[in-house]
């Protein structure tokens, strides 16, 4: 009894107190580190300096990396063997790229290694070849893998952007270029409107409108032979030609008699069945990854409004509500969250919303923001902005919120379109 | 007989012991006024005055009644220094009080701020995800180990905070606090990253 007395009373000394516990919400704004050492090569190669210097403007093109300067690198390793890992942490470095360029008569081999600073151990060890004519899309690769592993995000340098360029009045054409602007190709030109460029999964199709029977017409252009064919309707006004992520059907909007409604053209069948029928405007659909849903904008409940439409049972339901004004929206591609127009009094911005919750994050602040594309990586938005009535393409990635402007053009570029990952 | 005087005097003397225990963990007695209390040798000596004159059973849990909700913003909350009471025991209680508490948030401010400032966020679209990584200290402030209690979910984020909590070495904010403040609170931190 005495015993049991004593050690009840040495257990009620202790304490039974939770831990303290302390949140931390949000993380810095400082920049990671890159280093990107010069390769070595066999010969002096100029492709050395040229591949180092495009894989340099390629990470850094968004804002979230700050690139070492090469007079203050404190060694030039190139193998494991030569590389310190001290070397990096005296200068704060995060992450250092460095490797060898083999050079032969038309053909290169880069062997390049990232080494992670702080974890103090090699993120990557790649490897990769190809012809010399073919180094931009080496860089890409390179990009694109480097990306990857230092950010866990899927690399999109290798994607495109197609847009609409409108250089003077009558004059328009259909582009496609790298994400930076670079390599502008133009697909199909016209004295009368071209607009809403929208790939095909695959990336080999174009669809988009075209005014130059007289009526808006919708084109599939493929992009290797050039070659157009139409959605088969009779003269009627055809527009927002959207993919579906399965590559099975085309959803657009057919304007009967003045009332723009949703149909959906199956490619495999050449059947049109149509999805929605109100007297209001129902317009810019836009395909859910799983291909099963639509979002539309229309305004039967009054003004410009988001709704959902299941293509199962064709049930409709409203996605916005808040706002007097929210409109063109497109999925992320995981799904859960969709990307839209939101306006109030005159002033649009592109908004994100959660579509299991009620608020909105505004993402842009610039007052003019419309089209967004997203990144197929579900990162980074591209939207057309205007500056003294000019468009042009800006970005913004998603999580510092830091902004980066394409190359102005002459004159306006319009409603970009991502394309997905191409191989 | 002699049996059972040892046998008394060495139960009674058990009893006083547990007694004491008791005692010295609750410190219901309190040391005279002006005493000084050394925490560690060669670091810092510190200076602790007890300005009571009685003892008060609620004084022992006024640092237990802080709430951790409380102490989730980053802002350093400013002690009320407007002191009504005339009562001189009882100003001097709050504002003793209020010392310990702004001691206690301020280290706490400081930690989170060491930690954002460090923590290089992976990007989350719109979600709530978290990872604990539980770290103990010495009263020196440094860190001793670090272990990841709960996964977020997601490899890169538990990564990212793994990686913020390796590149710190020494929180030397809590070496302000009392040992007694330092042992109860301090000694084991459950460190929570949020993906917003």
Redesign the interface.
Known sequence: MKRFLIIAIFLMTFNSEARLKIEIAKGTEQLQKIAIVPFNSNINSQFEYQVRNLINEKLTLFGEFESLDLSQMLSFPFNEANFFVRDWELLSIDYVIFGEITETDESLEINYVVSDINLKRIMLRGDISGLKKDIELIVKKISDRVYESITGLKGIFNTKLAYILNPEPDNYSICISDIDGNNEEVLFSSNSPLMSPDWSPDGKKLAYVSFEKGFAEIYIQNLLTGVRETIPTLGMSKSAPVWSPDSKSIAFVISMSGNPDLYNYNLKTKKISRLTSHYGIDTEPAWSPDSKKLLFTSNRSGSPQIFEIKLSNKRIKRVTLEGSYNSRSRFFPDGRNIVFVHGNNGVFHIATRNLKERFINIVTETKLDESPTISPNGHIIIYSAKKDDQGYLAGITLDRKSKFELPVKIGSVREPAWSPFLN | MINLQIGFFL?FL?HIL?LL??TA?FSIFYPKKNTYETISVGFILEKQEELFLKKSSENLFSL?ELE?SE??SEEIIEPNNNIVSSDLSIAAKKSLDDLKKQKYKTA?SK??KK?????????????DIQVSI?ITLAPSGEILSRNLIESSGN??FDE?AM??V??INFLQDVSDLSRYDFE???R?????????
Not at chain 2, 115 to 127: A, C
Not at chain 2, 188 to 196: A, G, Y
């Open positions: 139960s058990g547990i225990m008791i963990d237990k951790v102490l989730k706490i930690i989170q930690f954002i400032d460090i923590w290089i966020k992976p990007f989350v679209l719109n979600e539980l490899k890169k990212s990686k913020a390796s590149k109860k609170y301090f084991e931190i459950d460190l929570v990253f949020k993906s917003r």
